[in-house]
């Protein structure tokens, strides 16, 4: 158990539909990353906060948004969804923001199933 | 972020020692170099970090030349539950490219009976 839980588990709707995806880091770490992963590809990282703030920007859709609140849980909010977004969400936390030390060493959740009919 | 290269692939037999090499000629003075195990359908799971020479934990060993311009991962005595991808990474997100994956396409290791 790496401490970063995501709900939900799984998730299945409908194109055009928009969910949400929920993430709280470990205790103490104040970085939170998104990372897509769809069947048989690799983590697309997507989007990085830090203490609240955007800190990195990866190849995240228009259509996806993301934050971080002041208890540091961060939301990954996907609309107009389409078939081609069905695809295993990661959420992962660290320390500190990311600056090459060890304190950056990331922990990831279970991730989310998202399956788009 | 620096770019990794890794095999795409290895095979192995139960009880020997696997060997992952990882180049990563543009790592930066900060960087460490940090390997992670993905089963199928699970999160990424930290494996062995390291910045120079060796590390070793109860699960692995990480070797790093002088040079730092690679780095292996030595899996002792593996066995089936070991059969996963592995994936180098360097740095921090501190510099990451758009649209490309921090995490490379790792190693996929397979072990036989």
């Known amino acids: 158990d790496s401490g970063v839980t995501q709900t939900p588990k799984h998730l299945i709707t409908a194109t055009g539909q928009r969910v949400t995806l929920r993430c709280s880091p470990r205790?103490?770490?104040?970085?939170v990353y998104w990372y897509q992963q769809s069947l048989d590809q690799g983590l697309q990282f997507l989007i990085q906060y830090y203490n609240g703030e955007e800190r990195a920007k990866g190849n995240i859709l228009e259509r996806f948004s993301a934050q971080q609140f002041p208890d540091l849980h961060s939301e990954l909010n996907l609309s107009s969804l389409e078939l081609g977004d069905s695809a295993l969400y990661f959420c992962?936390?660290?320390?500190?923001?990311?600056?090459?030390?060890?304190?950056?060493?990331?922990?990831f959740g279970p991730g989310t199933r998202l399956t788009v009919l | 972020l620096a770019k990794t290269t890794q095999p795409i692939s290895m095979d192995s037999y139960e009880g020997q020692e696997v060997n992952i090499t990882c180049s990563h000629n543009?790592?930066?003075?900060?960087?460490?170099i940090t390997w992670y195990q993905q089963f199928p359908s699970q999160g990424p799971r930290f494996i062995i970090q390291g910045y120079k020479t060796k590390v070793t934990n109860e699960v692995a060993s990480l070797f790093i030349p002088a040079d730092r311009k690679s780095s292996t991962l030595s899996l002792p005595r593996v066995s089936l539950s070991d059969t996963a991808v592995y994936y180098c990474?360097?740095?921090?997100?501190?510099?990451?490219?758009?649209?490309?994956?921090?995490f490379g396409d790792g190693t996929t290791l397979t072990v036989k009976p």
């Open positions: 992962a936390s660290s320390v500190s923001p990311g600056a090459g030390g060890d304190t950056d060493t990331q922990y």
């Open positions: 990474l360097v740095g921090g997100l501190h510099n990451t490219n758009a649209g490309k994956s921090t």
């Open positions: 205790s103490g770490d104040l970085s």
């Open positions: 543009n790592i930066a003075t900060n960087d460490y």
